[in-house]
Structure formats: C-alpha cells, structure tokens
C-alpha cells in the first residue's frame, strides 16, 4: 500500500492504467489520477485522483475505490444500513479528523493562485458524519487513519471481502 504522504503529482502516461480504469469506471475518467493500491496482479484497486477534473470542476473524491468486487462487497454494506451503523459507531472526534486531513492533503495540491470552484468537505465531499463507505475503505486503504474505513475493513474480513494484496484483480 502507498502512504498519502508518498502520492505524487498525477502522471497520464500509463496507458494502460488509463484502459483499465475506463473499464472499471463503465466511462473515460473525467480528471487525472494514480493508482495508488493494486492488487498482486497489477491491477487497480484505489485511484488518488487530481483535485479538479479536467473541466476545472471540483473533485472532492481524493481517493476512489474502483475494484470491482471491493465495490460490490463495500455496496452491501451500505444497503445493509452500514452507513448509519459505522457513524454510530465509530468516535466522531477520529471521524472529524479524518476529514480534516483528507481535505488538507487534497487541497495541499492545489495551486495557490487557483481561481474558481474548488474542492469542499472531507472523505467523500462531506463535512461531518459519513456519507460514502467506498470512499472512507479507499481513505483507509491508503493507510490514512479513518476509523469509517476501519470499520468497514472490519466488517469485509469478517465477510472473506477484504482487501488481499496477494489476490489477483476482479
């Protein structure tokens, strides 16, 4: 796993993340992004994407979960009620902090002399509370201290859903 401190600028070249990611996502990716979690085989499992899209229209999604079966494993949970349950239970002070940092490193990354719309909130656009458990797992798999993603790792090893560096890609 990469550490959010080791993320670096974005890099388009990699043409053959571009291909996979646009089939992971259904569609061409709409901004610049790295892939920064794979599984052994290579293949995507957490994008850090760029703060705004190429459109210059805000990002708020520093970290995107796209493997598929961690996606399906992740929307489970939420349908379950997951959301509601891991706000519940999780310490809202570690989950405001969680927050806090993902909007600091991701705002860290826009130029200064940026004029316009820019990013807002925390993991997953949202200010307080947990909105989104994908992007939460993906803030965790980063190796970010998000007590949301915890839980959710929590709950997919409990499963035989959680992330496997040693599994090939879904």
């Known amino acids: 796993m990469s550490a959010p401190g080791a993320i670096g600028r974005f890099d388009r070249s990699d043409r053959s993340d571009y291909e996979a990611v646009t089939r992971l ?4 990716p709409q901004g610049a992004f790295t892939v920064v ?7 995507p499992v957490v994008l850090a994407n760029e703060p705004l899209l190429d459109s210059g229209r805000p990002m708020p999604t520093r970290f ?3 493997d598929r079966g961690l996606v399906r494993a992740v929307g489970r949970l939420e349908s379950l009620g997951g959301v509601n349950e891991a706000e519940a239970m999780v310490d809202p002070v570690e989950l ?11 705002d860290a990354l826009i130029d200064a002399a940026h004029v316009g719309p820019r990013p807002h909130g925390g993991v ?10 994908h992007a939460h797992y993906a803030n965790y798999l980063v190796g970010a201290a998000d007590p949301v993603g915890r839980w959710v ?3 997919l ?3 035989g859903d959680a992330y496997d560096e040693t599994e090939p890609g879904q």
Do not use: I, N
């Not at 405001?96 to 991701?106: F, N, P, T, V």
């Not at 997953?124 to 458990?133: A, D, S, Y």
């Open 124 to 133: 997953g656009g949202t200010r307080t509370g947990v909105k989104c458990l």
């Open 153 to 155: 790792a929590e709950r």
């Open 37 to 43: 979690v794979r599984r052994c085989d290579g293949s």
């Open 157 to 159: 090893a409990a499963t």
């Open 64 to 66: 995107w979960l796209v």
């Open 96 to 106: 405001q902090a969680a927050h806090d940092a993902y909007a600091a490193e991701r």
């Open 25 to 28: 996502l259904g569609r061409e």
